[in-house]
């Protein structure tokens, strides 16, 4: 039946009204990217470059990085690839980027906060990018996560820039950032929200916690205040804003989202045929409607029954 129901919706994300929404894959591992190049997508929202650098007592060169970015932007010819830089620390330890000693790991020296550390290792790795994205149709875009401050931003986007690439963006998943967005998009091309750390972080809840499950579930409301109020500020100066995180591969909630301003979802290829599916019965309206239930709802089990229910009721 689910097979029967998702055959023949392929293509383009688009609301029933047409209002697009593109559809992307999440890639972070080598072994993942026949398939993700396989789905039916309109590129990669987020590529994870951390399996480059695991397991080593140092970084790999510029020309060793060259090369797997170029087996992905050859692979996605056409399509647009966002890559993220480097994201050690916290969850993603690394030796020689990240402290051994630091007592509260997700709150440290993480993500971007490590290239201000180790300025060379950005350096080389967007050296890599912009080596392999000069010989590429691909549509090359680059992003960094773990931002809090628009001087982060600023100085990003710039050292992308020197580099001859044209889209610098920053992923909000800190509170912070969420807040400040109009002013991140004044420096920046474009937003990605990464929905995992900011529930983690909104909620002071380590995202590694099963036993913090309903602190982390992305239909909390106060998450989705946040993810409203970034995309207003990314509509307010026309700048992109997607989800790469978990909740992005939530039929119901990828409405919600939509309804709250995202302009684009990736998710793992297997969730994305429902994702779209659902995208095309209903109009941008009723997103909007959608996102309006959610975030008047009391607490996430709330807010996806009311919006479940109303789902079923069409
Ligand atoms: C996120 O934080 O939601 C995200 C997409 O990045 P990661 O899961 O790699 O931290
Ligand atoms: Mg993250």
Request: one cysteine or more.
């Amino acid at each position: 039946r689910r097979r029967e129901r998702l055959a023949g919706i392929h293509g383009l994300g688009r609301t029933s009204d047409g209002h697009p929404v593109a559809l992307l894959v999440n890639l972070g591992a080598a072994h993942e990217l026949a398939g993700a190049a396989a789905a039916d997508a309109e590129g990669v929202g987020l590529f994870r470059t951390e399996f480059l650098y695991l397991d080593r007592a140092e970084a790999p060169g510029q020309d060793e990085q060259a090369a797997a970015y170029r087996a992905v932007f050859d692979a996605f010819a056409g399509r647009r690839v966002v890559v993220r830089t480097l994201d050690a620390g916290a969850d993603k330890p690394l030796p020689f980027a990240t402290a051994a000693d630091e007592e509260n790991p997700a709150l440290g020296i993480r993500g971007l906060r490590t290239a201000a550390r180790d300025p060379q290792l950005l350096e080389t790795q967007l050296a890599a990018i912009a080596e392999a994205a000069a010989g590429s149709t691909a549509d090359v875009w680059v992003m960094a996560p773990m931002v809090s401050l628009p001087r982060e931003a600023a100085e990003f986007a710039q050292r992308v820039r020197a580099h001859g690439l044209r889209q610098a963006g920053v992923m909000i998943e800190v509170p912070a950032a969420a807040l400040r967005a109009d002013r991140l998009a004044e420096v920046c091309d474009f937003f990605s929200l990464g929905t995992n750390d900011l529930a983690q972080y909104t909620f002071a809840a380590d995202r590694t916690l099963g036993a913090l499950a309903e602190l982390l579930d992305p239909w909390q409301p106060a998450l989705l205040e946040l993810i409203a109020t970034a995309c207003h500020s990314a509509a307010d100066r026309g700048r992109p804003i997607g989800v790469c995180g978990e909740a992005a591969s939530d039929p119901a909630l990828a409405l919600v989202l939509v309804g709250l301003g995202v302009t684009s979802l990736s998710a793992a290829p297997g969730a994305l045929p429902e994702v779209r599916a659902a995208l095309r019965a209903h109009t941008l309206a009723e997103c909007w409607e959608l996102a309006e239930l959610a975030l008047f709802a009391d607490d996430a089990a709330g807010a996806a029954s009311a919006v479940r229910a109303r789902i079923g009721e069409r």
